[in-house]
């Protein structure tokens, strides 16, 4: 890793850890105020490589002790407020803001039933390869938020 790119993602952490930073785009303001220009691509990959994620609070590191499913679950609990089932889809929904940690957990969690999914700032698109699977998708998301 480069020095100026460990860095730039010190920075990153101290920003966080003083402040509820609640869009990439804020923290983007207060990295060039602290004099670094940053690209919304860099600063995704900066994200995802130090595992922060976004919460109601802002952004925090994802607990490293926790399995991915607790993340997962954690992120259902905190930002579902719908799930819409459409045959091979499942629309989740969620407040402004809530979509990214939702679709990023998910993600990590790659369950083989789950081609892809896109997310938006308050929705998640989950694609299945089946109806049967976004069922059996349907079905475990249901369980992690009872």
Do not use: C
Request: proline content about 5%; aromatic content about 2%.
């Amino acid at each position: 890793m480069g020095a100026q790119k460990k860095f730039r993602q010190g920075q990153i952490l101290k920003v966080i850890a003083s402040d509820a930073i609640s869009s990439q785009d804020e923290l983007r303001r207060r990295l060039h105020h602290l004099g670094m220009r940053v690209t919304q691509a860099t600063l995704s990959r900066d994200l995802q490589e130090l595992q922060l994620v976004k919460t109601a609070s802002g952004y925090k590191p994802l607990a490293e002790e926790a399995p991915p499913l607790a993340a997962l679950e954690r992120a259902l609990r905190e930002f579902l407020t719908d799930l819409r089932p459409a045959q091979n889809l499942l629309v989740l929904k969620t407040p402004p803001g809530g979509a990214q940690p939702i679709a990023r957990a998910l993600d990590v969690e790659r369950w083989k039933e789950i081609s892809g999914t896109i997310a938006g700032d308050d929705t998640v698109l989950i694609i299945t390869p089946s109806s049967r699977s976004r069922l059996i998708v349907q079905k475990r998301m249901e369980e992690m938020i009872r």
